[in-house]
C-alpha cells in the first residue's frame, strides 16, 4: 500500500511562487512514476506534471515553462515548484502514484493518490 501526503499549498498573489511537496511511504518515489494533478472548482481533475523512475519528466501544455517537477530520493519526496502562478492555476492539487512506473495523462490510469492541498492564487 502506497500512501501520499502533500503539503505546501496555500494564498499567493498572481506573479508569485509556491513549492508542493509530496511525501511517500510504501514504495520508493525513484521506482515508480509520480505526478501532480489538479482540479478546480467545477471542473475535470487534470494532469499538470510527472516523472518517471528514470527522471523523465512531463508537463501540461498550461505549464510548461512555468512549473517543474523534482524528485528527493533520500526524503521519497516529489516536489512541484510553482513560478509566475496564473489566477486560473487555482485548483486542488493532488499528489498521484503509479507502481507500473508509466505516467499518462489520464487520471484512472493511477493508482494511488493524496488528499490533496488547496493553491489559490489571487488577482
Known amino acids: 500500500q502506497v500512501q501520499l501526503v502533500e503539503s505546501g499549498g496555500g494564498l499567493v498573489q498572481a506573479g508569485g511562487s509556491l513549492t508542493l511537496s509530496c511525501v511517500a511511504s510504501g514504495r520508493t518515489v525513484s521506482s515508480c512514476a509520480m505526478g501532480w494533478f489538479r482540479q478546480a472548482p467545477g471542473k475535470e481533475r487534470e494532469f499538470v506534471a510527472a516523472?518517471?523512475?528514470?527522471?523523465?519528466?512531463y508537463y501540461a501544455d498550461s505549464v510548461k515553462g512555468r512549473f517543474t517537477i523534482s524528485r528527493d530520493n533520500a526524503k521519497n519526496t516529489v516536489h512541484l515548484q510553482m513560478n509566475s502562478l496564473k489566477p486560473e492555476d487555482t485548483a486542488v492539487y493532488y499528489c498521484?502514484?503509479?507502481?507500473?512506473?508509466?505516467?499518462?495523462?489520464?487520471?484512472?490510469?493511477?493508482?494511488?493518490w493524496g488528499q490533496g492541498t488547496q493553491v489559490t492564487v489571487s488577482s
Open positions: 516523472i518517471r523512475g528514470s527522471g523523465s519528466t
Open positions: 498521484a502514484s503509479n507502481v507500473l512506473n508509466i505516467a499518462t495523462t489520464r487520471d484512472y490510469d493511477w493508482h494511488y
